[in-house]
Nanobody
Framework: QVQLVESGGGLVQAGGSLRLSCAAS????????MGWYRQAPGEQRELVAR???????NYAESVKGRFTISRDNAKNTVYLQMNSLKPEDTAVYYC??????????????WGQGTQVTVSS
């Protein structure tokens, strides 16, 4: 069973910074893409940032220049550094990963979510 465990959320004032972490654990062969999504109340879940194993990144337009995604493959961990936070960044942030559970099968997994609240 694969688990993604997030940490690092919390309450911060506008203009502040937070760093989210997400570590994958369990039995698996490898991890492809890893990323972060968020969902605000009454809104659909949206992509924040995604990072492939080859290092390609893509970001939501609303976070470009403020957020940075990175990963430590040795630790099976992905990070999201969030700077210059705005109240509109308030949401539950979810980690996602495409995991090779066997040599020939891969599945998508999600973390439980971590709340980020930015006060004005």
């Amino acid at each position: 069973q694969v688990q993604l465990v997030e940490s690092g959320g919390g309450l911060v004032q506008a203009g502040g910074s937070l760093r989210l972490s997400c570590a994958a654990s369990g039995r698996f062969f490898g991890i492809n893409d890893m990323g972060w999504y968020r969902q605000a109340p009454g809104e659909q879940r949206e992509l924040v940032a995604r990072l492939t194993t080859s290092g390609f990144t893509n970001y939501a337009e609303s976070v470009k220049g403020r957020f940075t995604i990175s990963r430590d493959n040795a630790k099976n961990t992905v990070y999201l550094q969030m700077n210059s936070l705005k109240p509109e960044d308030t949401a539950v942030y979810y980690c996602a990963a495409e995991v090779w559970t066997t040599a020939w099968a891969r599945n998508d997994y999600w973390g439980q979510g971590t709340q980020v609240t930015v006060s004005s």
